[in-house]
């Protein structure tokens, strides 16, 4: 099916690992976009990216880089985990007609 | 502080009645959004609004955006339990950036 596919859906990390979540979208959507999601605050962005090679900064970037090398993925690095990074994040694509989202990635930093 | 400002934060209601909800800053949008979303799950867009004063219909869910085109409102008639979830509404910024206010969890009992 068509659509926006994170991975992992859950991952735990110890304080000062890396990972990258991934995302990838398959309806040649320009723009996609990263997202936390924190109890009580909805949704914060992180970065985004408004077509291959081109990111920018959201609301909270810090601790978090991007890269755009294709359309299809924009993948999330964290390059020294903290416990404040333990949330619920999210991808989207698409632009200012709808986004549609990826089921999510459940990340714990102790 | 959030770009938008939902209100209210949490609406607990009975079966068959009425609500609504609002959307509001002091910022213009070229367009803005409105979800709704799951435990567990991504957000699932349920109408965009573009023009101000704009009004639109999805079944027993009514949409506005305001003349100024810094609000919004959502109003539901009839409730029924399947609407019980987190509704959020989405504003893109001047940075063709989306950001989303912290959300109205609704739950409407049988």
């Known amino acids: 099916n068509a659509g926006v596919t994170q991975t992992p859906k859950f991952q735990v990390l110890k304080t000062g690992q890396s990972m990258t979540l991934q995302c990838a979208q398959d309806?040649?959507?320009?723009?996609m976009s990263w997202y936390r999601q924190d109890p009580g605050m909805g949704l914060r962005l992180i970065h985004y990216s408004v077509g291959a090679g081109i990111t920018d900064q959201g609301e909270v970037p810090n601790g978090y880089n991007v890269s755009r090398s294709t359309t299809e993925d924009f993948p999330l690095r964290l390059l020294s985990a903290a416990p404040s990074q333990t949330s619920v994040y999210f991808c989207a694509s698409g632009r200012n007609y709808g986004y549609t989202f990826g089921s999510g990635t459940r990340l714990t930093v102790v | 502080t959030q770009l938008l400002e939902q209100s209210p934060q949490f609406l607990s209601i009975q079966e068959g009645e009425n609500l609504t909800v609002y959307c509001n800053s002091s910022s213009v949008f070229s367009s803005l959004q409105w979800y709704r979303q799951e435990p567990g799950e991504g957000p699932v867009l349920l109408v965009t609004v573009v023009t101000g004063g704009e009004v639109k219909k999805l079944k027993r869910l009514t949409f506005q955006f305001g003349d100024a085109r810094k609000d919004s409102s959502l109003h539901i008639t009839a409730a029924q339990p399947g609407d019980t979830g987190l509704y959020l509404c989405a504003g893109e910024g001047s940075n063709n950036d989306m950001r989303f206010g912290a959300g109205t969890r609704l739950t409407v009992k049988p």
């Open positions: 309806m040649n959507h320009e723009y």
